[in-house]
């Protein structure tokens, strides 16, 4: 699971991610909020600006 923004209700979808078995990265561009002791749950913690993260999405089913 890739939760995108460390804000307050990342804190709890982080949580039930986890909970759930999931593999939780948080990404954010300010380290100041995405820290260990916000996201003790989390597998990894992303910090990177807006420009550095980009991923590729396409349609369900498309190879």
Known sequence: ??????????????RVGKLTGYHVTVCDAQATFA?????????????????GISMKFRPIGVP
């Open 1 to 14: 699971m890739i939760v995108l923004g460390a804000s307050s209700l990342a804190v709890a979808l982080v």
């Open 35 to 51: 820290t260990r002791e916000r996201f003790p749950d989390a597998n990894e913690l992303v910090i990177r600006g807006r420009t």
